[in-house]
């Protein structure tokens, strides 16, 4: 295996953690706003429970939101790592 080889290696391996840890965040957000839910069925009405609900919602959309930004982030990084690699060893090649 070349060097170059090994540099796109890791960042493949980069781009599934990035994917694992955002369907992570996703599953998170889910189950927060299930207790937030859970929890405004408790001693609420009926309207705070709906604002209870919609709150909730709200906050797990976000949250996912930040998550995806995130991880098309660090895809971008990946990317451009692999685009630095690939320069560089173009660069040798020519010099060679």
């Known amino acids: 295996m070349t060097y170059n080889q090994i ?3 890791k960042a493949d391996t980069k781009k599934a953690m990035s994917d694992i840890e955002n369907r992570m965040a996703h599953a998170r957000a889910d189950v927060n706003a299930d207790v937030e839910k859970i929890k405004a069925n408790f001693g609420h009405g009926g309207s705070e429970k709906k604002v209870a609900y919609a709150k909730a919602d709200l906050k797990a959309a976000a949250s996912k939101a930040k998550s995806d930004v995130e ?4 895809h971008a990084k990946v990317d451009a790592q692999k685009a630095r690699a690939d320069i560089g060893k173009k660069m040798s090649d020519m010099l060679k």
């Open 7 to 9: 540099g796109k290696a």
């Open 71 to 74: 991880n098309k982030l660090s």
